[in-house]
Every structure is written in C-alpha cells, then in structure tokens.
C-alpha cells in the first residue's frame, strides 16, 4: 500500500508540500498541486485516518455518550448528529450505559471511554453527571457540550429547554379543553428534566384551582413498557381520569397500547397527551398530540458550539428554542368517564 513518502517521492517535493495538497492546508503552487494529485492517483493512494489525524493534530471524531440504546428517541438524534459530522468530513464514535453502576457511575465511564478512544470533543447526552464529574476531566471539560442539562461550571456548555415551560404547556392544554380529572405518567423519578416537566405541570393545575396532590401519577421509565403498565394499573385503580399526560412519547405509545387493548377509545372516552413529539408521534393510532420539543435544533447548535470549540469554525450558535404543542387526533373535550369507562 502507498504510503505519503511514496507520493512525494513520486511527484518530486518534499513530504511537507506533499502533506499540504493531501491536508488541503496551507499555500502550494498549482503546479505542485497537480504533481502530487498524478502521484496520487497513479500510486492509488488513499490516506489512512491514523495519517490524517498526525497530519492535522487531531483525530477528526467526536465522542457521543447516550444513557441507553433503545426505544425511538436516540436514533433521530444520532443521524442527525452524524450526518453533519460527515458533511464536515468528521466522524462519530457513539457509547452509552453499560455495567452495574448507577446511571452516574455509567456515564462517567462512558465519557472517560470516548476520551481514551482519542475523541476531539464530546456530547453528553445525559443528566445524571454533575458539575465535579465534569471538573475531573480537567483541562478536556472545555471541549464538552451537554444537552438537557444545566451545570453552573458549564453554563456556556449547555443547551437545553425550560422543560418547567413545557410543562406547564401541557397542563394548559389539557385545562383548555375542559379536562379536570388528569392522570400523569411520569418518567423517572431521578431525572432533573422529568422533575422540572411534572413540577411544571403541577403548578399550573394547582393555578386552576386542582389540588396536584390528589392527581393520580406513576413512574413510567420513560420506555413503552413502563407506558403500558402504568396505563393498566391506572384502569384497575378505578381513578376518575378524562385525560392523561405522559411526560415523553415512548410512555404515551405503551399506554396508547393498553387503552387499545382495554377497549378504551382514545379520544372519544381518554384523551392522551405526549411530550417531546418524536417521530413516533405521528405513526400512533390514532396520532399522538404532543408537546414539541426542539431536540434537533438544540443538539445541532450544541453540536455546532463544539465544532467551533475543535477546530475553531465559526458556526452560528443559538440557545432560543420554541415550545408548542404538535396537535393531533388524541385530544378531545372530555366525557363523564369513571377509569376510562364511559358512566
């Protein structure tokens, strides 16, 4: 296999000149350029990307940590991650939650695995890391971005959305339409965003004048199967509800299901409500009405901040993002119903 110092040898210039037509980087006559592109092509040299990454001080990659490696919700977010990587003639080295640790110790891990792999910088997809795990890396914190969390040692580091807001969003959606009997299905317990989603959506029951005490809630994982079975146990608890507000989309799909199964008509009996509006949303039956987070937009420019960071680009960088509810078809004004039944 052709290595640098055949191609140089080959067109007649030194390594350096030939290192800069391949890198792309610095002043080359064009004549010289044409030399060392015949060399290249009649030596059929393809550069390897442990050549790259000595020519150009870096590796070229960007390390991704992810709690888990399942359901609908991480897969979206990873294309796109990957595609604009690509398009910047980068890559992408992907890790999430392995081993006995709690999702703490995981994550830790995780990011310490992506370093040690030679990543350029990072994007940590998680909040259950804290400011001092961050600090521990020393110098290489400056190249991390974090989404869906908010760390004071790394405010300019983070983006994420007021997930109080949407909330908030939500509970107004549902009181707008004359719903006062509402069930959650919460995510998990643990989980700072979940906290600020469900905290959101109390206070502004509590506004209207319902006591969110009595409001009955369970804890969904976050996964289908949580959805499922906290959806069943909500039947058989003979809780008065007209509506439930499931704090992610997964947990909305699985109690889409069980009501399916029940014989529960979704709207005209239960009105559901997701939030995130993933992809998903749109292939439920029937189509899930959900409050729309902006995971794309936030991670793109979470993405684009650390690529100025890397390899000192200058790409717009926004922290602005715009909640709504992405209305569909499993909403409705609700009916005098007693556990999903109609009275």
């Keep these: 296999m052709a290595t640098i110092k055949d191609v140089a ?3 007649g210039v ?3 000149t030939a290192s800069r037509v391949i890198s792309g980087k610095g002043s080359v006559s064009q004549s010289t350029q044409e030399k ?3 060399a290249i092509e009649e030596l059929e040299f393809r550069p390897s990307h442990a050549a790259r990454s000595l020519l150009s001080g870096t590796s070229q990659m960007i390390g991704v940590y992810i709690p888990y490696l399942s359901g609908t919700f991480y897969t979206p977010i990873l294309q796109s991650i990957y595609t604009a990587l690509r398009a910047a003639g980068l890559n992408m080295v992907v890790a999430f939650g392995v081993g006995d640790g709690d999702a703490r110790n995981q994550a830790i891990e995780g990011v310490n695995f992506l370093i040690e792999r030679g990543s350029d910088g990072l994007i940590v997809m998680s909040n259950a890391m804290e400011d001092e795990d961050f600090a521990a890396l020393g110098p290489f914190q400056s190249k991390v971005v974090v989404i869906n969390q908010e760390l004071d040692g790394l405010a300019d580091q983070c983006f994420t959305v007021d997930h109080d807001a949407g909330g908030r969003l939500a509970a107004r959606t549902l009181l707008g339409l004359g719903h006062r009997k509402i069930a959650v299905i919460a995510g998990r317990a643990a989980a700072p965003d979940n906290q600020q989603r469900i905290a959101g959506f109390k206070a502004e029951l509590e506004a209207a004048g319902i006591d969110s005490s009595k409001v009955w809630m369970a804890d969904g994982e976050f996964s289908p199967e949580g959805g499922f079975a906290c959806a069943e146990q909500l039947l058989a608890s003979g809780e008065e509800f007209t509506a439930v ?3 992610n989309d997964e947990m909305a799909v699985g109690a889409l299901s069980m009501f ?5 008509q979704v ?8 939030y995130d509006d993933t992809h998903s949303a749109e292939f439920t039956a029937p189509q899930l009405t959900s409050v729309h987070i902006p995971w794309s937009e936030m991670t793109m420019n ?7 960071r890397c390899y000192e680009l200058k790409r717009p960088v926004e922290r602005e993002y715009h909640l709504h509810v992405a209305e569909r078809a499993s909403l409705a004004p609700p009916l005098q119903v007693k556990g999903g039944k109609t009275k």
Excluded at 260 to 264: C, L, S
Excluded at 267 to 274: K, N, T
């Design 36 to 38: 060392v592109r015949k």
């Design 302 to 308: 979470g993405l684009n901040y650390l690529l100025n």
């Design 267 to 274: 709207p005209q009996q239960v009105s559901v409500l997701g």
């Design 260 to 264: 399916q199964k029940a014989g529960v």
């Design 245 to 247: 507000f499931c704090a």
């Design 14 to 16: 030194g390594l350096g």
């Design 9 to 11: 040898r080959l067109a």
